[in-house]
């Protein structure tokens, strides 16, 4: 799953013809291939929108049955621009279609999988070393970068750069464990599978920038439940659902090289960026997105994971350790000890926040009770257990996940108190 290497097309501009515009119709059943896209081959496999080189065997008619799985539930079941148009088109109503190719090689120095683009046709085209061509946290996550590049927008987009790896990423365990590709899955054959949830760097490092491309330290390829989150909408949040995601490729300003959550702010409407990011970080403190597997992952791992995020300061104060102050939309993940059933807490922080008691208890079931100017108070039922989360919420701001500036890398100083309980 190494970075994708996108090579950016032009887009080609309408001519000023007097000529009757050309009548939409169906894409073909079977797309034709282009072996002039990549380096091509005399050994090959097909599918109908898909050409595996390098490999005429079960192997690649596994990767096909995959392929054509993600392109069934992306393309044909969410509305995802088929990746067989070229990004040269300035029309979709009639192709050309043309089929991506895949070529399975021997080596692929640092990498297991690539996601190049050809200039001229105006088509993704895909590299995956032999060893991961039937697994589709490779194969399905290139192809995500392939579909994500013939949506055009976030191309050539610096702003948007880390976040083709937290799409793809997302892409793929979609793919494998959402039931909004369980009838694609079920059709041709593929069974679910496991979640990619990384909780160790997703909950360990939640104060990170929400997506961040440090080298060696970033979360950009573990931040994908944010997606999920917003995909699966469990607040019922007015503007998310299903389709966030691609809106938010469909209704990115042109070449305005904003973030991601620029765009999200518009497909929201009247809920907040804010909102948002503070609900979803208060979930990820039981891992509560609607994804039972993700859930269960939490549940076996939650011993071993790092909320070492506050200090003690005494008569029940805490402050925030200084190296784990939440960045931009970043988070802290506090678990209390009850030691009453009536718990309350008190916060003041340096800047604009998102703070949430979440109440857990196992079957499961969670509530939340928000942090309403700086307080919040709960009486826990018998079982319940609670964690404080407190998010970094400013007014967005435009930053590059790869470079990133001073702004989105200062934390947010905060102290609370807390009675009732201490913590964990």
């Not at 090579?7 to 079977?30: D, K, M, N, Y």
């Not at 988070?331 to 009850?338: G, K, T, W």
Request: aromatic residues 10%; charged residues 15%; contains cysteine.
């Amino acid at each position: 799953m190494g970075r994708s290497q996108v090579l950016v097309a032009a887009l080609a501009l309408l001519g000023g013809s007097s000529a009757a515009p050309l009548e939409a119709r169906a894409p073909p059943a079977t797309f034709p291939a282009n072996p002039a896209i990549g380096y091509g081959g005399s050994v090959y496999r097909d599918s109908a929108h898909f050409r595996v080189y390098g490999r005429n065997d079960q192997r690649a008619d596994t990767a096909l049955r995959m392929l054509e799985t993600a392109y069934d539930c992306y393309v044909n079941a969410l509305g995802y621009r088929s990746t067989g148009l070229s990004f040269n088109d300035a029309t979709d109503g009639d192709g050309p279609w043309t089929k991506i190719n895949v070529y399975s090689v021997a080596t692929l120095p640092g990498a297991a999988g690539v996601m190049h683009s050809d200039a001229g046709t105006g088509m993704a085209w895909l590299e995956v070393q032999q060893d991961y061509l039937t697994t589709p946290g490779v194969v399905v996550h290139e192809f995500g970068h392939g579909v994500h590049y013939h949506q055009k927008t976030w191309v050539n987009q610096g702003r948007t750069g880390a976040w083709w790896e937290t799409f793809a990423n997302w892409f793929a365990d979609t793919y494998a464990t959402s039931n909004l590709c369980a009838t694609s899955r079920n059709n041709n054959g593929i069974a679910a599978g496991a979640t990619m949830i990384d909780l160790r760097k997703t909950i360990g490092d939640s104060f990170q920038v929400i997506v961040d491309g440090t080298a060696g330290s970033g979360n950009y390829y573990q931040a994908w439940p944010f997606f999920t989150y917003l995909t699966n909408n469990p607040d019922n949040l007015s503007g998310l659902g299903r389709d966030t995601l691609r809106l938010m490729m469909t209704r990115y300003a042109a070449n305005s090289n904003e973030t991601p959550l620029h765009t999200l702010q518009r497909v929201a409407g009247s809920t907040s960026v804010a909102r948002i990011v503070g609900r979803y970080w208060a979930r990820m403190a039981y891992v509560d997105l609607a994804y039972p597997s993700a859930h269960q992952a939490w549940l076996s791992q939650r011993g071993s994971l790092n909320y070492a995020n506050v200090d003690a300061t005494g008569n029940g104060s805490y402050r925030v350790k200084a190296a784990r102050r939440p960045q931009y939309m970043g988070a802290n993940i506090v678990p209390l000890r009850a030691t009453s059933s009536s718990i309350r807490v008190t916060i003041q922080a340096s800047g604009a926040y998102t703070a949430t008691l979440a109440i857990y208890r196992a079957g499961p079931s969670t509530r939340y009770v928000d942090v309403v100017n700086g307080a919040a108070s709960a009486t826990l039922a018998s079982g319940e257990q609670a964690t404080l989360v407190v998010a970094n919420t400013p007014s967005l701001i435009l930053f590059d996940p790869f470079s990133l500036s001073t702004q989105a890398r200062t934390g947010l100083d905060y102290s609370f108190i807390l009675t009732g309980a201490t913590v964990a």
